[in-house]
């Protein structure tokens, strides 16, 4: 299993958003890099849905549901996008601050590509996290 994190303006798509549809499609990326990492993504894998912008922190856990497809937004056909089950809320936000703050998140592509949407979260780190947010990993 892989992970990852999912990021997102809550004021256009918020984790409670995410929990009302249940399943969604992550759609609306148009960076390669995040494209091929959304490539890569299995059913299953797991993720950290992140608010970005004002809150900076991880919010959610998500796993997987539908591998790469079609963004049905993308008019060119040239991008994709995943679908994404919501699991549950973390007890414990854990903010951009928190995870800056700790060294070993330092190669982190949070912190290190602040701007990418879809990233790989390495299972070392995702272990931690999810013992700083008080959820199992």
């Known amino acids: 299993m892989a992970y990852w994190l999912f990021k997102s303006e809550p004021e256009t798509y918020s984790w409670d958003d995410m929990v009302r549809e249940g399943v969604g499609g992550w759609d609306g ?4 890099q995040a494209q091929n990492n959304m490539k890569a993504m299995k059913v299953g ?4 849905f992140y608010h970005s912008v004002g809150e900076k922190a991880i ?3 998500v796993e997987v549901a ?4 079609p963004d049905p937004t ?5 991008w994709g996008m995943v679908k994404v089950r919501a699991l549950h809320p973390v007890k414990t936000p854990v903010t951009l601050a928190d995870i800056k703050a700790d060294p070993d998140f330092a190669d ?7 701007r990418l949407s879809v990233s790989p979260v390495p299972a070392e780190a ?3 996290i999810c013992k700083m947010a008080g959820v199992k990993p």
Do not use: A, C, Y
């Open 59 to 61: 919010v959610g856990v």
């Open 66 to 69: 539908e591998t790469h497809q």
């Open 45 to 48: 894998d797991r993720g950290f």
């Open 108 to 114: 982190l592509p949070l912190v290190r590509q602040s």
């Open 74 to 78: 993308d008019d060119s056909g040239r």
């Open 126 to 128: 995702w272990k931690k």
């Open 29 to 32: 990326v148009r960076n390669h």
